[in-house]
């Protein structure tokens, strides 16, 4: 999975941490999600805890769009064979399925082909009866990869403000609050499109909470929030976006534009929403890659937000006290997080949340090393971090690994952070961690081996 592997295994704590790394990734993939979460005796489709009879529907089809949205596809094929009689899915990780079209789009940042792809699938959503059980593959990436610009807004439109949203620093929630009312799709608009058919949606989180209405937007899950919330983004946010936009968002303030359809709404009442696989599933299995290692593990949380380089500042805290008192757990140790940290450009650099919060933590180790002056604390403490899709901000890296021996000249980290320049430094210090596109997208893994002293 790991471009590069042995090069980057050069001790024997960066190998547990890209163990711990690689098991995370492989239990979040949908191939082994599905097979733990589905399930067919007989007629009787079994969801998580939630069964359907397929002999009472005419049709069984599947739809959905996120970055392991095809990987879902074809783990349903697998166990459902030829029950299933079509359906679409649009992503940016295509793999062959035999009754279900893929269709391409782009991530983070929507794309032409990615409305055509949604199109379709709005589409197979208006050809659904009362008689049409729809089983949904909703992933982590779904908000770009399903755009289906709202009203007069183009797509160009819709392009400067994600753009904007994203390097604003806003976070999930904002952004998709934005994206929900700028949608004929997310904010629950495509339950309201595929009704009156039954919906089982597989939701493969990749937010804070694993709230169904942030993931992907929440295409099939009530929303709270309103246009008026969505023009205070833009307006708290600083953003100055195109005048369609703000023009339609001002105008389902006027209410000449229905709102999202909310919790009490009838579209729901034939939509299950479950959660399969979220960062919690990616980190009890990097908890058990390190205790096989013979490492204590300690999970800090799976719910770790803000700004990507401050929060690595914490990690590394928590890991030197680890070293140094035992407390919360005694080394040898593997502290491990999850969630999702941001990153507010200020540059004109390339890197990501993942990519700063290891910078940042080889700049604090590297201060620990000179204030500590011993030469032999270079490896005590090894940080990895990468987004569990395999891409980090807008590039081919998943992240990266580090330790004290990475950070020779500290001025230079300085200088790459400030500049939001970080992939460049890392690039050239053989620390980035590529594996192509995952299969999966279950937000970060954060991995801290602490060695005894």
């Known amino acids: 999975m790991i471009e590069d592997r042995d090069a980057l295994a050069s001790t024997a704590a960066r190998d547990v941490a890209l163990d711990c790394l690689e098991a995370g990734v492989e239990a979040g993939h949908p191939r082994t999600v599905i097979r733990d979460a589905v399930a067919l005796e007989d007629e009787t489709l079994r969801v998580a805890d939630a069964t359907s009879d397929l002999e009472a529907y005419d ?101 400067a403000t994600t753009d904007a949203l994203l390097a604003s620093g806003a976070d999930i929630g904002e952004i998709n609050a934005v994206r929900k009312h700028l949608s004929a799709l997310k904010g629950g608009r495509l339950a309201r499109r595929v009704a009156p058919a039954t919906v089982v949606s597989l939701l493969f989180s990749d937010v804070v909470g694993n709230d169904p209405s942030v993931i992907a937007s929440g295409p099939l899950a009530p929303d709270e929030t309103t246009f008026d919330d969505a023009l205070a983004v833009l307006e708290r946010s600083g953003i100055d976006a195109p005048e369609t936009v703000v023009d339609h968002l001002e105008r389902g303030v006027a209410g000449e534009i229905a709102e999202t359809p909310d919790p009490g709404d009838a579209v729901f009442e034939h939509v299950s929403n479950h959660i399969v696989a979220d960062g919690m599933t990616v980190l009890e299995a990097a908890r058990e890659a390190a ?11 799976a719910r770790i937000r803000g700004e990507a380089r401050e929060a690595a500042t914490t990690h590394v805290a928590i890991a030197e006290e680890v070293r140094a008192t035992g407390t919360p757990v005694s080394p040898p140790a593997v502290l491990l997080s999850g969630g999702e940290t941001t990153v507010t450009i200020r540059g004109d650099g390339t890197g990501g949340p993942n990519q700063e919060f290891a910078t940042s933590a080889a700049l604090e180790l590297a201060d620990e090393r000179a204030g500590s002056g011993r030469d032999d604390d270079r490896n005590k403490i090894t940080v990895a971090a990468i987004d569990t899709d395999g891409i980090d901000g807008v590039t081919d890296a998943a992240g990266a690994l580090v330790d004290g021996t990475t950070v020779e000249d500290p001025e230079s980290a300085r200088a790459a952070l400030a500049e ?34």
């Open 59 to 159: 049709d069984l089809v599947v739809l959905g769009g996120g970055n392991a949205a095809a990987h879902v596809a074809a783990a349903l094929e697998g166990i459902l064979g030829d029950r299933i009689d079509g359906g679409v899915v649009v992503t940016d990780d295509p793999v062959d399925t035999d009754r279900v079209e893929v269709r391409e789009g782009d991530h983070p940042v929507p794309s032409e082909r990615g409305v055509a792809g949604t199109r379709a699938l709005l589409e197979a959503a208006d050809a659904a009866t009362d008689e049409t059980l729809v089983v949904m593959a909703i992933t982590g990436g779904g908000s770009a990869l399903m755009p289906a610009p709202a009203g007069e807004i183009s797509l160009a439109d819709l392009q």
């Open 420 to 453: 939001n320049d970080v992939s460049p430094f890392l690039e050239a210090r053989h620390a980035l961690i590529r594996t192509g596109q995952t299969g999966t997208n279950l937000n970060d893994l954060r991995i801290l081996v602490v060695e005894q002293s």
């Open 291 to 301: 205790a096989e290692r013979g490492y204590e593990p300690l999970v800090l949380s």
